[in-house]
């Protein structure tokens, strides 16, 4: 293929892919800017097999078919609430890629490497390997396969930190190493990032997994665009760029709707005080016994349906608020069907977002798009956080950490100063939980304490929002 037209369809996938990012921006576009760049994405390797004369190899041939059978199967069977999970995990197949690709030209031919295609490829191996590991602990994580909370070290701080210098260090090393000592400072150059990874990793509680997951989207991308400066293949260097820097203004997002900042998470320094928390394993929460208070309300389950109903039937303007808690019940049927029975009834419905409310950005968005909410009825935080005082119901559906008032004024916790929906502003409040237990974030909710304005429908959120559809 001629140079010239080789470069302007890479300019062309380059192009289709940022476009793709900016319609995925929208729900409404969603879909659309997500084929373009799978479509974008499939021309580029085509190119490039074409482009580098490999398209002969039939092991790249078999590889590319696997791949896309394994993707297939994932989108076909991953339920959206396991969603979070799979982003995180080829968040880390991204990072392991490009750690191989580094790797493998180190040891290929280290004489021939240019100096800076030994920078960009060191940094690839320690930026790659990081996300790989980081991943691959955010999604034990989140399919509770360690605790949730986050796993504190003695000296946690100093190991992060020693191991981050380190990093730093071999990478310096690895650029200026002989041909000699190039494999082994490559091993050694992975291994001290998988250990950085996994030492940031696990002292990320729930809470701050959303930032965790924009982070490791972010670090993805670099390593890719470093692995394509090594390769001096542009393509990828550009395709590199763009996801890392979206990754970048995502986690930002994410930062500033958690009050929270990347070295804050990156260096462990979230902190949490047991006076004032409740520990609970993600694990325990979805196995364990009802509490007596749950105990108690099940008991009054039929009066406390009448007096939700009552309350919703004398309402006016009503705020709906997701959470996980939906996400793990698979409640947006329902509650797709009660928006349709208030709006029959004449009621101002609308959904309000919270920026992290589930295990990753947009993850209610999708949830409740995939029921067909129509758009226009989801709010953002900022756009409806002031609606609250004078709305007369706020049913609270799954949601726990983002409609917790403690963050306004619980110090030394891990949500203190993250802004939260203001939902005990509302003149009702209906909560449908499955329990009053403490969220991700281990931070009891004052809200889930006895008060004149607030009904418990404690369970599985399918039932009790179902219970209120019955006598509507």
């Given at each position: ?21 900016r319609l995925?921006s929208?729900p ?6 997500n084929?373009?760049?799978?479509a ?6 085509i ?11 039939k092991?790249?041939w078999?590889?590319m ?8 199967l ?5 339920k ?13 197949f ?45 999604v034990a ?13 003695r000296?946690?701080?100093?190991f992060?930190?020693?191991t ?13 190493a ?31 997994m959303p930032?965790?997951i ?16 090594a ?6 260097v ?18 500033r709707?958690?009050?929270s ?40 389950t ?6 939700a109903?009552a ?11 997701p ?21 029959e009834?004449?009621?101002?419905v609308?959904?309000a ?5 589930g ?16 758009y ?20 609270v ?6 409609v917790?008032p ?10 203190y100063?993250?802004?939260?929906l ?29 008060r ?21």
């Amino acid at each position: 293929m001629p140079p010239v037209s080789y470069k302007l369809i890479d300019l062309v996938c380059i192009f289709g892919i940022i476009s793709g990012i900016r319609l995925m921006s929208s729900p409404k576009t969603a879909r659309a800017g997500n084929l373009l760049g799978a479509a974008c994405m499939l021309i580029a390797i085509i190119t490039t097999m074409i482009g580098t004369h490999i398209v002969s190899l039939k092991v790249i041939w078999i590889s590319m078919g696997l791949g896309a059978l394994v993707g297939c199967l994932l989108a076909v069977y991953i339920k959206m609430t396991q969603m979070p999970q799979l982003v995180a995990l080829l968040n880390g197949f991204g990072g392991a890629a490009s750690t191989v690709v580094a790797f493998v030209l180190f040891n290929d031919s280290p004489a021939v490497i240019s100096g800076i295609a030994r920078f960009a490829g060191a940094l690839a191996l320690v930026i790659g390997s990081v996300t790989f590991s980081g991943s691959i602990v955010a999604v034990a994580k989140l399919s509770g396969k360690i605790s949730p909370l986050p796993v504190i070290l003695r000296g946690h701080f100093i190991f992060n930190l020693l191991t981050l210098i380190g990093a730093g260090i071999l990478i310096q090393l690895v650029t200026i190493a002989s041909s000699d000592n190039t494999a082994m400072l490559s091993v050694l150059s992975i291994l001290v990032s998988l250990l950085f990874g996994i030492l940031f990793a696990i002292r990320v509680g729930g809470g701050d997994m959303p930032i965790a997951i924009s982070f490791l989207n972010s670090l993805s991308g670099i390593a890719a665009a470093t692995v394509g400066l090594a390769t001096s293949n542009l393509l990828v260097v550009a395709v590199g760029a763009i996801v890392g820097s979206a990754g970048i203004v995502l986690t930002k997002i994410m930062c500033r709707a958690m009050n929270s900042s990347i070295v804050k998470v990156l260096m462990g320094r979230t902190t949490f005080s047991t006076t004032t928390q409740t520990h609970l394993n993600l694990a325990d929460r979805d196995t364990s016994p009802q509490t007596s208070q749950s105990t108690l309300t099940a008991q009054n389950t039929s009066a406390a349906v009448d007096e939700a109903v009552a309350v919703i039937n004398a309402a006016k303007k009503i705020i709906i608020v997701p959470g996980y808690g939906m996400a793990l019940a698979q409640a947006q049927f329902q509650l797709k069907r009660l928006l349709d029975r208030l709006e029959e009834k004449g009621k101002q419905v609308k959904f309000a977002i919270h920026p992290v409310a589930g295990r990753m950005p947009g993850h209610m968005n999708v949830l409740l798009a995939e029921v067909e909410v129509p758009y226009d009825k989801l709010y953002q935080m900022e756009a409806v956080n002031s609606e609250f005082k004078g709305t007369d119901v706020a049913l609270v559906v799954g949601a726990n950490d983002v409609v917790n008032p403690a963050a306004r004024i619980a110090k030394a916790t891990p949500i203190y100063g993250m802004p939260v929906l203001n939902v005990d502003q509302a003149d009702h409040i209906i909560i449908c939980n499955k329990d009053t237990l403490p969220g991700y974030a281990g931070v009891n909710n004052p809200l889930f304490e006895p008060r004149e304005n607030t009904i418990l429908l404690l369970g599985d959120a399918v039932e009790t929002v179902g219970k209120i559809l019955e006598k509507l």
